[in-house]
């Protein structure tokens, strides 16, 4: 069974730093491109990251370029997201997804609040 | 970037009933269109890809059509369980890969 499970969010000042990781078990992670998805509170969804298998290939959201960074670690079954720099904006739910054409399987999320 | 833009906003229909939500965009995405169902509290689910293939263990009651800029989803026979948001995506132009803002669809 195909499972992705985040963790790292919570709550952080502006202007901070928080790491991301989702772990993935069901399936041959090396082999799949990944990707983040946002949420805010009552909004609807919001791609900001993108990795290829290898890891070489990595796109990310103007909203979010320079300040996220995405990498994996395909021994571990991992991936990362960076966060510095963060604002109020970036309140939201952060989804990791599996990408077959489409992000097929999604986790279950991890809240991370930015405030003061 | 392309916009997608579903309709409408907000859905009431029946169980039992049928229900048809749109999608529009931008610019021609030929049928890299994925749809998606969201409950409260829960992960987006993923239901079609390329436009019309229902994605694994989708009831068949689910349904996807169209190409280049328009795009539907069919729901055929309302179940409780299908009260829910609903987005499509594209994955054609990218990046930045672009979702709908959603279409809600509330039992009436």
């Known amino acids: 069974e195909v499972q992705l499970v985040e963790s790292g969010g919570g709550l952080v000042q502006p202007g901070g730093s928080l790491r991301l990781s989702c772990a993935a078990s069901?399936?041959?992670?090396?082999?799949?491109?990944m990707n983040w998805v946002r949420q805010a509170p009552g909004k609807g969804l919001e791609w900001i990251s993108y990795i290829g298998s290898s890891g070489t290939m990595l796109y990310y959201a103007d909203s979010v370029k320079g300040r996220f960074t995405i990498s994996r670690d395909n021994a571990h079954n991992s991936l990362f997201l960076q966060m510095n720099s963060l604002r109020a904006e970036d309140t939201a739910v952060y989804f990791c997804?599996?990408?077959?054409?489409?992000?097929?399987?999604w986790g279950q999320g991890t809240l991370v609040t930015v405030s003061s | 970037e392309i916009v997608m833009t579903q309709s409408p906003a907000t859905l009431s229909v029946s169980p039992g009933e049928g229900a048809t939500l749109s999608c529009r965009a931008s610019q021609s995405v030929t049928t890299n269109v994925a749809w998606f169902q969201q409950k409260p509290g829960q992960a987006p689910r993923l239901l079609i890809y390329?436009?019309?293939t229902r994605a694994t263990g989708i009831p068949a009651r689910f349904s996807g059509s169209g190409s280049g800029t328009e795009f539907t989803l069919i729901i055929s026979s309302l179940q409780s369980e299908d009260f829910a948001v609903y987005y499509c995506?594209?994955?054609?132009?990218?990046?930045?890969?672009?979702f709908g803002q959603g279409t809600r669809l509330d039992i009436k």
């Open positions: 995506q594209q994955y054609n132009n990218w990046p930045p890969i672009t």
């Open positions: 997804a599996r990408v077959l054409g489409a992000p097929d399987y």
């Open positions: 069901g399936f041959t992670f090396s082999i799949y491109s």
């Open positions: 390329g436009a019309s």
